[in-house]
């Protein structure tokens, strides 16, 4: 096992750039994991923060577009300061790999906050997963999830109508995750933010669904313990889909808003 802490290693080369290796540990498909990606991506902006003298900040929203999948190996970080403010700095990052760009983002770094919300709408779960929570690392499909390695994940079969093979379950699935072997920290919750498999499992559409561009808000500092996910989705157009996705902690704050846009086949 690689636990995220270590999996997200980034190493500074001194002038605004930073490497990293994308580990076969977490991936989906073979291919590195989204949400990993848009946390090694907020990762660096605060780095490059740190690096600087500059005091200890948090990533609070990160907008990525993927122009091309990037695959498991050695990938280059560089970074670009569009802004720094007392309130808020905003950061873009770009991962190429081999010579190419795969990723690029924007990152807007500052203090999260420390105190309860005045006001939440947040989805009615449990703080842990129920007894017939399925661990997602004993599905069949559970070579292609390698991500479940680094993390425990836990799928509500309630609503997860795909499981058995039948069409017509509300585009609504809730999950339970947590990193192994240590706490979840903001970066985790981008993690979780897209740990989902695609709701339009519920459709019959099973194929890989590639996400265009992701956007995650972090709002609070998660508690230990599991993370619940709850992901929806508004419309599916032809081949394209949306999903949102509301992360709360064991005490249940409000730690993570992750909206992306994404294509799946047209038939099952």
Do not use: Y
């Not at 990037?70 to 905003?90: H, N, S």
């Amino acid at each position: 096992m690689i636990s995220f802490s270590t999996a997200a290693a980034i190493r500074p080369l001194g002038d605004g750039t930073f490497t990293a290796e994308l580990p076969a540990e977490w991936t989906v498909g073979g291919k590195p994991h989204g949400g990993f990606l848009l946390a090694l991506l907020a990762k660096t902006a605060v780095a490059l923060h740190t690096g600087n003298g500059t005091p200890l900040v948090d990533p609070l929203a990160v907008s990525a577009q993927f122009l091309h999948s990037p695959g498991v190996g050695p990938a280059l970080l560089r970074t670009e300061v569009r802004k720094t403010g007392r309130q808020a700095t905003v950061v873009a990052v770009n991962l190429e790999q081999r010579g190419r760009s795969c990723i690029e983002a924007v990152i807007t770094t500052g203090r999260l906050p420390r105190d309860r919300a005045a006001w939440t709408d947040l989805p009615n779960q449990s703080a842990e997963p129920p007894g017939n929570a399925i661990d997602i690392s004993t599905l069949p499909s559970a070579s292609m999830f390698r991500l479940t390695e680094g993390c425990d994940v836990r799928l509500d079969p309630s609503g997860a109508g795909f499981l058995h093979g039948h069409v017509g379950d509300p585009l609504r699935l809730r999950l339970w995750a947590r990193p192994r072997g240590e706490h979840a920290d903001p970066l985790f919750a981008l993690v979780a933010g897209d740990i989902s498999m695609p709701v339009t499992f519920n459709l019959g559409r099973m194929g890989w669904s590639p996400t265009v561009q992701l956007t995650a808000l972090l709002r609070s500092r998660p508690a230990p313990g599991w993370l619940r996910i709850q992901v929806d989705c508004r419309a599916v157009h032809g081949a394209w889909f949306d999903s949102d996705a509301t992360v709360v902690d064991s005490t249940g704050r409000l730690v993570c808003q992750a909206r992306q846009l994404a294509l799946t086949a047209t038939t099952g």
